[in-house]
């Protein structure tokens, strides 16, 4: 394999908040009901294993992690959700009359949530601990690398590893699904395409 690097992003499963059309950052809440039984169904089909797994530590992302590898995940606070600050658990029908709020909404990059985080510092902490765990990786010797984290950093690095195909907003892992990477040390450090990618959970079962 050279200098290949298969790298999973999967998004946690479903929560009460998710139901709720609520903002979630770094709010540490647990999957919801459905969530574990929207997960359940999935786990009929395959998810890529790894030899190096890395989480979120918030509670969400550990036990989906649980769900579908059946063991525990040192959790990392580096891999967590954009701070939503003050909104945090606000819907857009209690935050749509804010002014700062719309601000938001028409210019993402540059407006930040009270007491939140600012796009460039979400991106820094993302990229930081993507790097970080390539390093970790080269170092131990691993080439599969599954992450277990939020819908943000997903998008986030899939606009990254996939340049000019999409930005951040048009990627939309569903709760419990994201995305399986191909790619090189060489394309990583040099900010290019990856070779391929595919949606994950694979559509095929388990066993067959």
Known sequence: MGDHLVITLIRHGKTE???????????????????RAELKSLLQLSYPAGQLYVSSDLKRCRETFVEIYGEECNGNSKWRELSFGEWELKTYEELCFDPLYQSWLTDFYNVSPPEGESYSAFERRIIEAFHETIDRAIEEG???????????????????????????????????EGYKVITTLEKIKEGARCISYVEVPFKEKRNG
């Open 142 to 176: 691993k080439r599969e690398i599954v992450i277990m984290t939020h819908g943000g950093p997903i998008q986030l690095l899939m606009a990254k590893l996939v340049p000019n195909e999409k930005d951040f907003f048009n990627w939309k892992p569903g709760f419990a």
């Open 17 to 35: 908040a998710n139901e709720r059309k609520q903002y979630l950052g770094w709010t540490d809440v647990s999957l919801s009901t459905l969530g």
